[in-house]
């Protein structure tokens, strides 16, 4: 069965950087699109980044320039750079999987990992 198990996430001051991983099993990672979302109280979930089996990425606008989406397919971990974090970066990261990156809202996902900037 699909297992996604975040890790990664801590509390950082303003304009620090964090690194996120999600470690993927249980499916054929490389033919499979990986994304991130995050879940910040009070607001709706929102997809930040994804990368397509042919490394396609797409970004949203709010992290685009500070966040980067990787992934070591060998390893079948999928990796989140953060940069110059602010206060509205904080929440409930987690990391989905879907067969294609238009199904990720609907796709498999990890259970989190937190992400406080202060």
């Known amino acids: 069965h699909v297992q996604l198990v975040e890790s990664g996430g801590g509390s950082v001051q303003a304009g620090g950087s964090l690194t996120l991983s999600c470690t993927a099993s249980g499916f054929t990672y490389s033919r499979y699109c990986m994304g991130w979302f995050r879940q910040s109280p009070g607001k709706e979930r929102e997809g930040i980044a994804s990368i397509g089996s042919v490394e396609n990425t797409n970004y949203a606008d709010s992290v685009k320039g500070r966040f980067t989406i990787s992934q070591d397919s060998a390893k079948n971990i999928l990796y989140l750079q953060m940069h110059s974090l602010k206060p509205d970066d904080s929440g409930l990261y987690y990391c989905?999987?879907?067969?294609?990156?238009?199904?990720?809202?609907?796709?498999?996902r990890g259970q989190g990992t937190q992400v406080t900037v202060s």
């Open positions: 989905a999987t879907a067969r294609f990156c238009y199904h990720l809202n609907n796709g498999y």
